[in-house]
């Protein structure tokens, strides 16, 4: 969207697979961006120092200023610190723990980085007047519900694992502060991103790395669930517009009949998905397609956490900010098996 003044972003997450692609897309349109993240090991440490050259290319490039922090925001003085420092026009929270099976075997890592980390940066906003904050939720709070598309004026209040019960916990947290003290904040529901630079421990870099190494995948639930997968530019895209566009009051909210989307505060919620489910079988046999290669399948039942189902409703998301994803799937796959193949020389 195009833009009379350049707006100064705090992006938390910046070696990550979203955070990474938001900051760029910042830079590109002129924005200054200050990163933060903690570059820890999760996963490949190679590829989230690569993406953080790239946002250094990316500025010197566009002439946009940019600057990085390396430090946990579960860190509370750290994150002091970057606000003492800098007076940002919007803060984008894309920072956290992710990942559904690791939340089994890991707990306490959500509790440092979604709920220690989300309340730090809600005390800097907090403190600093920060116009608006945008932060990062997840599909995976719908749970148990099974009514679709998924809509965010239902109820989402039974998850089915501890990730998604941190970033429901993010939410309500938000919600506090727009309560109290009139912080906007606007939290986005990412429905299954994909695409170039992706995190190396999603069934999309999995598949494609042992398809093209000849060894089996697994395929759980047999292959027979939906999920809404949505290419990360259409992410980037939704995440831009929805923090350019201040949270305000919703004038028709009733207490008696309480809208979970909204609120007599400055606060909302929107999904960002695709609007259009694919099995996972139609997915594998895109990334089959664009690697020129079948995969061996191992099929498996449903593994324990997972949703049979995710099917976005994004209504709000295009009434809002005038924007609605639609890249095809097998467009995104083949995009992404095109930077997979450049990034790993295979």
């Known amino acids: 969207m195009a833009k009379e003044y350049s707006m100064h972003h705090l992006v938390t997450g910046t070696a990550g697979f979203i955070g990474f692609h938001t900051a760029k897309k910042l830079l590109e349109r002129g924005d200054s961006v200050v990163g933060f993240d903690s570059v820890n090991d999760y996963y490949d440490v190679d590829i989230k120092?690569?993406?953080?050259?790239?946002?250094?290319?990316?500025?010197?490039?566009?002439?946009?200023?940019?600057?990085?922090?390396?430090?946990?925001?579960?860190?509370?003085?750290?994150?002091k610190q970057c606000f003492a420092e800098h007076d940002f026009g919007r803060v984008i929270h894309l920072a956290a723990q992710a990942g559904v099976r690791y939340s089994l075997m890991n707990p306490h890592a959500y509790v440092e980085s979604n709920i220690v980390a989300t309340t730090n940066i809600l005390e800097a906003c907090r403190h600093a007047r920060t116009p608006h904050l945008t932060y990062a939720s997840t599909s995976s709070v719908y749970g148990a519900n099974t009514r679709m598309p998924f809509s965010e004026h239902r109820g989402v209040d039974h998850p089915l694992q501890f990730y998604a019960a941190?970033?429901?916990?993010?939410?309500?947290?938000?919600h506090s502060y727009s309560h109290l003290y009139?912080?906007?904040?606007?939290?986005?529901?990412?429905?299954?991103?994909?695409?170039?630079?992706?995190?190396?421990?999603?069934?999309?870099?999995?598949?494609?790395?042992?398809?093209?190494?000849?060894?089996?995948?697994?395929?759980?639930?047999?292959?027979?669930?939906?999920?809404?997968?949505?290419?990360?530019?259409?992410?980037?895209?939704?995440?831009?517009?929805?923090?350019?566009?201040?949270?305000?009051?919703?004038?028709?909210?009733d207490s008696d009949n309480p809208d979970p989307a909204t609120?007599?505060?400055?606060?909302?919620?929107?999904?960002?998905?695709?609007?259009?489910?694919?099995?996972?079988?139609?997915?594998?046999?895109?990334i089959e397609d664009a690697v020129g290669k079948k995969a061996i399948k191992e099929m498996?039942?449903?593994?324990?956490?997972?949703?049979?189902?995710?099917?976005?409703?994004?209504?709000?998301?295009?009434?809002?900010?005038?924007?609605?994803p639609a890249t095809p799937v097998r467009e995104g796959v083949q995009r992404f098996v095109q930077w997979y193949r450049e990034f790993y020389r295979v």
């Open 49 to 79: 120092e690569a993406r953080l050259r790239i946002l250094e290319q990316t500025a010197r490039e566009t002439g946009s200023q940019y600057a990085f922090v390396r430090a946990n925001l579960a860190d509370q003085e750290a994150v």
């Open 166 to 174: 941190t970033k429901r916990a993010n939410e309500l947290m938000a």
């Open 182 to 253: 009139g912080l906007p904040t606007t939290g986005l529901r990412f429905f299954t991103v994909y695409g170039p630079w992706g995190r190396p421990d999603m069934a999309l870099f999995l598949f494609t790395k042992n398809i093209l190494a000849g060894e089996p995948i697994q395929v759980f639930n047999h292959g027979n669930h939906t999920r809404d997968f949505t290419f990360v530019d259409d992410i980037v895209e939704g995440v831009i517009r929805a923090s350019d566009q201040i949270a305000a009051p919703d004038p028709d909210w």
């Open 263 to 286: 609120s007599c505060a400055p606060f909302r919620i929107f999904n960002i998905g695709n609007n259009s489910p694919v099995k996972l079988g139609e997915y594998i046999a895109a």
């Open 300 to 324: 498996l039942p449903l593994q324990a956490g997972d949703v049979p189902d995710t099917f976005a409703d994004v209504s709000e998301l295009e009434k809002s900010v005038q924007y609605r």
